[in-house]
Nanobody, 118 residues
């Protein structure tokens, strides 16, 4: 399976952006899909994830209430809706997945840049 992320861009503080991540290939093996981000000079951090089977989600405290993750099983796509963006949300965003039978994120998409101007 491969992941293809899209939807980044430049937005003003308080605005919204939507990122998408399409899973291509052996999508029946997806257990969890997640979003991570890495700001300049910082380590990659967890943003949130969604369980492929039941759609349950979990978010980092820093984005809780502002970001929403959803999935479309038919299209094998995960979406990150980002509202109320802040300058500290500026980062390269990555999608990743955990395959069934494993516990680690071992398939990663290419990053997409999100820049929030204050």
């Amino acid at each position: 399976v491969q992941l293809q992320a899209s939807g980044g861009g430049l937005v003003q503080a308080g605005g919204s952006l939507r990122l998408s991540c399409a899973a291509l290939g052996r999508t029946f093996s997806i257990r969890t899909m997640g979003w991570f981000r890495q700001a300049p000079g910082k380590e990659r951090e967890f943003v949130g994830h969604i369980q492929w089977s039941d759609g349950s989600t979990h978010y980092a405290d820093s984005v809780k209430g502002r970001f929403t993750i959803s999935r479309d099983n038919a299209k094998n796509t995960m979406t990150l809706q980002m509202d109320g963006l802040k300058s500290e949300d500026t980062a390269v965003y990555y999608c990743a997945l955990v395959r069934v039978g494993t516990t680690l994120y071992d398939v990663w998409g290419q990053g997409t840049q999100v820049t929030v101007s204050s």
